[in-house]
Structure formats: C-alpha cells, structure tokens
C-alpha cells in the first residue's frame, strides 16, 4: 500500500472518530426539558421503586433529563436537587420555574417600560406561551398571562 493510500485511511479514520466524539459530546451537554405529568410523583434516589423516595414533585414542576437509564431518567431541577424518575410521569418541558431571588414583575409587554401585572415568588411554576428576544410569554395557574424576563426563568 503507498504512503499516500496509507495517509488517507488514516485522515479518514481520525475524521470519523472527531466526528463521533462531537456528536457525543454535544449530545450529553444537551439536556432535554420536561415536566412532571400530575401531583405527588415521586423522586427515587435511583433507577427502580425500590430505591428510596428522595422528594415529591407537583404537576408541572420544569425537570432536566442528564441520563436515561433503560424506563428511568435522571434529572436535576432549578436548585441543582437530582433523582430518578420513571418517563411515564412526565411529558413535553412546557413549563417554566421562577428562579430568582426575590418576587419577580410579570409586564404586560416584554419590556421593563411596561406596566406590572402581577408579582411571582421564587418556585412559582408558570406555563410557557411563547418567547420573543429574551422575554418569555408565560401564564400563571389562575389564568394571568404576562412577560418575564428569561434570566428570571428555570430552564
């Protein structure tokens, strides 16, 4: 085999192996968004209902996948707390978690020029409607829909 046939495989092969190692990589920095399905799911400290309860969680509360073990997930919420969890109790990441130190303005434009329409706590779990810049659209379990900021905001 030539030097140069030679050269090529293993260009090829270094290309193909890069290549590998960025979609790994890019796929375990993204974490998928989901959202806890009903009231009184538990967290398990790991993949199986014989692992120990490590919290409950309310419908809607906003989770980030990190690893999928065979039916179970592995998630973090807004405060870095982790467990496990079964993907039958959750679905699409369609809410959003208030992470702010203090209560927070809803406006009623995504802008700090725009009137205050409501004040949300820390923890508050919010519908997300839409986005527009860094502005989220969102609406509150009674109903009110507004804009917060998205740093505000858990994911």
């Given at each position: 085999m030539s030097m140069q046939i030679r050269l090529s495989h293993i260009l090829s092969?270094?290309?193909i192996t890069c290549s590998a190692l960025?979609?790994?990589s890019t796929s375990t920095l993204y974490?998928?968004?989901v959202s806890?399905?009903?009231d009184g799911i538990n967290v398990r400290t790991g993949p199986s209902t014989d692992d120990q309860i490590a919290m409950e969680l309310f419908?809607?509360?906003p989770l980030k996948v990190?690893?999928?073990k065979g039916d179970?997930?592995?998630i973090s919420d807004f405060e870095n707390d982790s467990g496990w969890i079964h993907k039958t109790l959750v679905g699409p990441g369609n809410t959003v978690i208030v992470n702010a130190q203090k209560t927070?303005?809803?406006r009623s434009e995504p802008s700090t020029n725009s009137a205050i329409i409501a004040n949300i706590e820390r923890g508050v779990v919010l519908t997300k409607i839409s986005s527009k810049g860094d502005w989220v659209k969102v609406k509150h379990a009674k109903g009110t829909e507004g804009w917060i900021h998205k740093t505000l905001l858990w994911p």
């Open positions: 092969r270094c290309l960025v979609l790994l974490a998928e968004t806890v399905k009903s419908q809607g509360y990190v690893e999928k179970w997930l592995k927070i303005n809803m």
